[in-house]
């Protein structure tokens, strides 16, 4: 069985961001939780793997500013705060999907042809 996949990235609002998966599901992402799980090497330590940002840390009103895709297997967000260094792979973001059905299962997808005309939505 195949894994879903991002099929549609759709910015809601600068507060934000919303993705549909091949499944039909649809993950809704707050920018402030998708910053607060930032993965990089700056929030996430290297070797122990423990968080370096605190829960409720960051401003509930922080803004996307940009989203870019890396290869086909990944998203890269810039932030209103200016950070730009998290890596967030598709079978991440789909982990952190804090609906129901996604912790419940703990589903992961693989990646989409980025590529696609419509894959991003402004």
């Not at 091949?22 to 330590?45: I, M, N, Q």
């Not at 968080?51 to 086909?72: C, F, H, W, Y």
Request: glycine letters at 6%.
């Amino acid at each position: 069985m195949e894994h879903p996949r991002p099929t549609h990235v759709k910015r809601v609002n600068p507060h934000r961001t919303d993705i549909t998966w091949s499944d039909g599901h649809v993950s809704s992402y707050p920018s402030w939780y998708l910053r607060e799980h930032c993965p990089c090497a700056l929030c996430v330590d290297e070797f122990t793997g423990e968080r370096l940002v605190a829960p409720g840390s960051i401003p509930t009103d922080l803004t996307r500013v940009k989203v870019e895709p890396v290869g086909n297997y990944a998203l890269k967000f810039t932030w209103s705060d200016e950070h730009d260094t998290g890596i967030y792979t598709y079978d991440y973001l789909r982990a952190i999907c804090s609906c129901d059905q996604c912790r419940a299962g703990g589903l992961k997808e693989t990646p989409p042809n980025s590529s696609d005309k419509g894959f991003f939505e402004a």
